[in-house]
C-alpha cells in the first residue's frame, strides 16, 4: 500500500520550468516503480515518464525528451520530475503513480490526486 501527494503545479510562461514532487507514505515505496502522467482537459490520460524501483532505468515520451527528467529518491519517499523549457501544449493535469515500470497507464496500482501545470504563450 502506497499514498501519493503531488506538489509543485503552478502556472509559468512558456520556456519556463517547473519541478513537481511526489510524495509517498507507507513503508514500501522502494518497491514499485514510478510513473508521471497527464491529462488534458477533454483528452485522455497519457505516459509522460517512468523510474524503475532501483532508478537504474527510466523511460519518457518523445514529447519531452530533452526538457524533462525524472527521478527518485527512495531513502526520502519522494520522486521528482523536473521539467524545462515549458510549451503550453505541456498544460494538464500531471500524476504521479506507483506500479510496474511501464509506460501503460493500467500497469499501475497507486495514484496521487494530480497537480495542475498550465504554461501560458
Known amino acids: 500500500q502506497v499514498q501519493l501527494v503531488e506538489s509543485g503545479g503552478g502556472l509559468v510562461q512558456a520556456g519556463g520550468s517547473l519541478r513537481l514532487s511526489c510524495a509517498a507514505s507507507g513503508r514500501t515505496f522502494g518497491d514499485y516503480a514510478i510513473g508521471w502522467f497527464r491529462q488534458a482537459p477533454g483528452k485522455e490520460r497519457e505516459f509522460v515518464a517512468t523510474?524503475?524501483?532501483?532508478?537504474?532505468?527510466?523511460s519518457l515520451t518523445d514529447s519531452v525528451k530533452g526538457r524533462f527528467t525524472i527521478s527518485r529518491d527512495n531513502a526520502k519517499n519522494t520522486a521528482s520530475l523536473q521539467m524545462n523549457s515549458l510549451k503550453p501544449e505541456d498544460t494538464a493535469v500531471y500524476y504521479c503513480?506507483?506500479?510496474?515500470?511501464?509506460?501503460?497507464?493500467?500497469?499501475?496500482?497507486?495514484w496521487g490526486q494530480g497537480t495542475q501545470v498550465t504554461v501560458s504563450s
Open positions: 523510474i524503475s524501483w532501483r532508478g537504474g532505468s527510466t
Open positions: 503513480a506507483a506500479g510496474s515500470y511501464s509506460r501503460i497507464v493500467t500497469d499501475y496500482n497507486y
